[in-house]
């Protein structure tokens, strides 16, 4: 039989059959799985397509991982294995951020987004919580909004609690979209006004520390009209991952882009004569946000340092 992966819970595999007439199935991966070099902590992801053995006594096996057309991953906290597959098969990538309560920090955002980019998945940005906003605040927005579109990337603002489905379902129909961000943006209150019903907890933010409390543990797809949404656990940072030192630029446009105007085809943007991206920094084409997020990115060596 062959199904899609719709949750995992760390052990265990919930599989869809393509029989959609059946009900998911609860599958446990095989032990090979364990040999194959897989450099993850998880060998198959939400959004992978399987193959699963059913047995006479009513257990199944996850035999085969089925070729993945992409996927996007993390750092993992496990620092005995490199990576953490958030999933698989993706239409889109959707980054869940708040100016405030709690703040979305700008190197989060792009570190995403260059994760994004390595894996050649489109990313849009949704700011919630907008109806929190002060004029300060509200500023704030407006400049990173801004930005980011300036770049090509879709931005959307709105209030999870007060969700108005006009601009957002139009980027959401018909695709698999992973729906990801800090802990407390909102994330899983933007999915519950989504899907009309309370499909995942939500919880209120620490009052001591402004931040989110982890409310999604394990990823989870739901259908949603004829695609799916995707349910990630809140995430603290994303590191480098599979990215030489000469990659890095190539995953933020606009470093890139005028980055070919460089004297030195292997320039690193750090100092080098004839550096068109230095330039252009000190001209105020490039943000010095941005900027600082690819530095960061560049010297990303510590492998605990965004888990």
């Known amino acids: 039989m062959q199904g899609l992966v719709i949750k ?3 052990t265990a595999y919930l599989v869809q059959p393509d029989d959609r007439s059946q009900p ?3 599958c446990q991966i095989k032990g090979n799985f364990r040999i194959r070099g897989i450099r993850s902590t998880n060998p198959a992801a939400v959004g992978d397509r399987v193959e699963v053995e059913q047995q006479s006594d009513g257990t199944n096996w996850l035999t085969d991982i089925l070729p993945r057309r992409n996927y996007i991953i993390r750092r993992s906290t496990n620092l005995s294995k490199q990576v953490h597959i958030l999933a698989a098969n993706l239409d889109q990538a959707v980054l869940v951020v708040t100016v405030a309560h709690p703040v979305t920090l700008p190197t989060f955002i792009d570190r995403f987004l260059a994760t994004a980019e ?4 489109p990313a849009v940005l949704i700011f919630n919580k907008t109806d929190l906003m002060n004029d300060s605040e509200q500023a704030q927005l407006h400049e990173w909004q801004q ?6 990337y879709t931005t959307l603002a709105l209030s999870a609690l007060q969700l108005d489905r006009t601009a957002l379902e139009p980027l959401l129909a018909g695709k698999v979209s992973l729906l990801s ?3 407390g943006v909102g994330k899983s209150t933007l999915l519950n006004a989504l899907l009309g019903q309370e499909m995942t907890r939500t919880a209120a933010l620490s009052a001591v520390h402004d931040a989110g409390m982890h409310t999604t543990t394990y990823s989870e797809m ?3 009209g004829t695609g799916w949404l995707i349910d990630t656990p809140g995430i603290k940072g994303f590191g480098s991952v599979e990215m030489e030192k000469e990659e890095v630029s190539h995953y933020f446009r606009e470093i890139f882009r005028i980055g070919r105007e460089c004297r030195y085809a292997n320039c690193l943007h750090t100092g080098e004569p004839g550096c068109a991206v230095l330039q252009a920094l000190q001209e105020g084409q490039i943000s010095e946000s941005r900027f600082n997020s690819y530095l960061s990115l560049l010297g990303d060596s510590d492998e605990a340092k965004y888990r």
């Open 222 to 224: 739901y259908p949603y």
């Open 147 to 152: 930005l980011y579109e300036s770049l090509g």
């Open 8 to 10: 995992t819970t760390g």
């Open 118 to 121: 390595a894996y050649r998945i």
């Open 181 to 183: 961000g800090n802990s």
């Open 24 to 26: 998911p199935v609860m």
